[in-house]
């Protein structure tokens, strides 16, 4: 199925590194959410985003909705212990009701 | 505020079978989707019910169906259970479907298929 393209897969994160990823789509959506989830969990939403260009944080989290509409990105400040697990990058289209569109997933690792 | 509820956690069964899941919203949630979670395909969507209408469908055969009750709770059903419908099955509710209206996810049913 269509996925959006979401980078890196997976990467080791050290405490107190900032962490960065991204997500990108040929097709252009009217809102971009970021999850993440754990295992045996369901996503939780960590931040959503309404208009292009728009710089959103939460936290330690701060992601941005792409001025072409076709992407976003997600950064993570100050890494630590607790930020390990999968985050996914989501799209709605305007005229697509609640369905999303997620990208594959990055998943954070601490470095051993 | 409990959160999206679903039943059951786990649940394995045999090709050919068929199988129903179900969703409980949160409190005065009316629109619940479904989305299906496996290692290859990642998260896609299955189908999005409001006010027990089907509102949007996504790319998977007859097979997958679902229905919403009046009280928002929602079940989807798999006939005729194929191997690759082992997955991890989400349910998330919103107040309504708007662009500016999240979803909030239940923790899932782990279907296996053996």
């Known amino acids: 199925g269509q996925q959006l393209n979401q980078s890196p897969q997976s990467m080791f994160i050290q405490e107190g590194e900032d962490v960065s990823m991204n997500c990108t789509s040929s097709s252009i959506f009217n809102t971009w959410l970021w999850y993440k989830q754990d295992p045996g969990e369901g996503p939780v939403l960590l931040i959503a985003l309404y208009k292009a260009g728009e710089l959103t944080s939460n936290g330690r989290l701060t992601a941005q909705f792409g001025i072409t509409r076709k992407d976003s990105f997600l950064n993570i400040s100050a890494s630590i212990p607790s930020d390990v697990g999968i985050y996914f990058c989501?799209?709605?289209?305007?005229?697509?009701?609640?369905?999303?569109?997620f990208g594959g997933g990055t998943r954070l690792m601490v470095k051993p | 505020k409990a959160g999206v509820t679903q039943t059951p956690r786990y649940l394995i069964k045999t090709r050919g079978q068929q199988v129903t899941l179900s969703c409980s919203p949160i409190?005065?949630?009316?629109?619940v989707s479904w989305y299906q979670q496996t290692p290859g395909q990642g998260l896609q969507f299955l189908f999005e019910?409001?006010?027990?209408?089907?509102?949007n469908k996504g790319n998977f055969p007859g097979r997958f169906s679902g229905r919403q009750f009046s009280n928002s709770r929602s079940e989807m059903n798999v006939s005729t259970l194929e191997l690759g419908d082992s997955a991890l099955y989400l349910c998330a509710s919103s107040h309504r479907p708007s662009y500016t209206d999240e979803q909030f996810f239940g923790p899932g049913t782990r279907l296996t298929v053996l």
């Open positions: 989501a799209g709605r289209r305007g005229n697509a009701g609640n369905m999303l569109t």
């Open positions: 019910y409001f006010s027990e209408t089907q509102r």
């Open positions: 409190s005065g949630h009316r629109s």
